[in-house]
């Protein structure tokens, strides 16, 4: 599944770097800053994001949404093995981006901050709070009104968003982390490529 998507990945990058011949709206392909081109995904998709950023020097910053940074051990009981960015590092502005209530939080720390080591004031870490791994999604707006609805508990939705006051106020504190986060990328200027 994450090879799949570091493929998808790589072809959306190869096109936008052609993105004259895309059927884009008028003007769009000129204004494209492909110098400020940064990623970001969640999860399976944060992961598959961070090993492209790692992999591919056209991405300049990348922001990974509670994503491991190891492939799931082969075997019960086996060890975890690093992605490539993992056991290298990075040299490259990443923001590690987690809820508070991620319930395999041990297994997630453990990657970050191997990552985190050997990527010296490159990466950041946050936690958003009151939040659960699948509010980086259209669930923290779609699992209050369900619950509101009352088709699911109070239990159900903690455990798919966290205890989330309003999707609203997550979504304005996500912004605010990601927003503030690539300011500060570009404000260091274009990374250099080779």
């Known amino acids: 599944m994450i090879d799949a998507r570091i493929a ?28 400020r081109l940064a990623v970001y995904g969640h999860s399976a998709g ?6 492209v950023f790692h992999e591919d020097r056209r991405v300049r910053a990348a922001v990974n949404l509670e994503g ?13 093995e690093p992605l490539r960015i993992t056991a290298q590092g990075t040299d490259r502005p990443l923001l590690l981006l987690g809820s508070e209530f991620f319930p395999h939080r041990d297994e ?25 791994h699948w509010a980086f999604t259209n669930y923290a707006a779609m699992v209050p009104r369900l619950q509101h609805a009352g088709l699911l508990t109070p239990a159900h ?3 798919l968003i966290g205890p989330l006051p309003a ?7 996500l912004a605010r982390h990601v927003g503030t986060f690539l300011t500060a990328s570009w404000s260091t200027g274009p990374a250099q490529t080779g």
């Open 8 to 35: 998808d990945l790589r072809f959306v990058l190869d096109r936008l770097h052609r993105a004259a011949e895309l059927p884009l709206p008028p003007g769009l392909a000129a204004v494209l800053d492909l110098d």
């Open 46 to 51: 944060a992961s598959a994001v961070t090993e």
């Open 68 to 80: 491991y940074l190891d492939h799931p051990p082969a075997a019960p009981g086996a060890t975890p």
């Open 108 to 132: 997630l720390d453990r990657s970050w901050s191997a990552l985190a080591a050997r990527s010296p004031g490159t990466v950041r870490r946050a936690r958003v709070p009151a939040a659960g």
């Open 157 to 159: 939705r903690d455990a």
């Open 167 to 173: 999707a609203e106020g997550f979504v304005r504190t």
